[in-house]
T-cell receptor, first 114, second 112 residues
């Protein structure tokens, strides 16, 4: 049973570019959330997707957007990249109906903005 | 969600119990205490959660004080693989969705 998978694992972009990160949730899960983790800090909640809609959003600008597909996989898009967007981006999946707060995280995509 | 306070770092000898404290003095009645850990270069991993009763699973035990203002995560027999950052999180069940508010956590180092 595959857990949460994310791609790519590492990528380098330059300021002003756009990036798309991908996530496949754990089998049987229908909810995907995204977190940003700067070096030395705890993860920060970006947003949550359920039934292909954004359900909750953290304190992130509109440059951060997402999408969820019918198969529950998800994408995180970041436009007009800034140096400060360099971070580990984590995807987490869960089952909406249980809502226990037990999230399963992937190993992340490490984005470096030069 | 209530704010939590944890020591930035702790050390533990291999084979001994690791006791990780967390203060959450502003916790509300409907908020649960969660613990996650993050091993270097991996995503966070759920450990345990509880409301007011002590909880135990195959990974750890969670002790919550009677006034619920603090808690302790106990790893009964720490191994080198338990070296990680441990996050104490307070979350309201039912309203927070998959929003978890992580602090900076406690870096636990298990020494041989």
């Amino acid at each position: 049973d595959a857990g949460v998978t994310q791609s790519p694992t590492h990528l380098i972009k330059t300021r002003g570019q756009q990036v798309t990160l991908r996530c496949s949730p754990k089998s049987g899960h229908d909810t995907v959330s995204w977190y940003q983790q700067a070096l030395g800090q705890g993860p920060q909640f970006i947003f949550q997707y359920y039934e292909e809609e954004e359900r909750q959003r953290g304190n992130f600008p509109d440059r951060f957007s997402g999408h969820q597909f019918p198969n529950y996989s998800s994408e995180l898009n970041v436009n007009a990249l800034l140096l400060g967007d360099s971070a580990l981006y984590l995807c987490a999946s869960s089952l909406q109906m249980t809502n226990t707060g037990e999230l399963f995280f992937g190993e992340g995509s490490r984005l470096t903005v030069l | 969600d209530a704010k939590t306070t944890q020591p930035p770092s702790m050390d533990c000898a291999e084979g001994r119990a690791a006791n990780l404290p967390c203060n959450h003095s502003t916790i509300s009645g409907n908020e649960y205490v969660y613990w996650y850990r993050q091993i270097h270069s991996q995503g966070p991993q759920y450990i345990i959660h509880g409301l007011k009763n002590n909880e135990t699973n195959e990974m750890a035990s969670l002790i919550i004080t009677e006034d619920r203002k603090s808690s302790t995560l106990i790893l009964p027999h720490a191994t080198l693989r338990d070296t990680a950052v441990y996050y104490c999180i307070v979350r309201a069940m039912g309203t927070s969705g998959s929003r978890l508010t992580f602090g900076e956590g406690t870096q636990l180092t298990v020494n041989p």
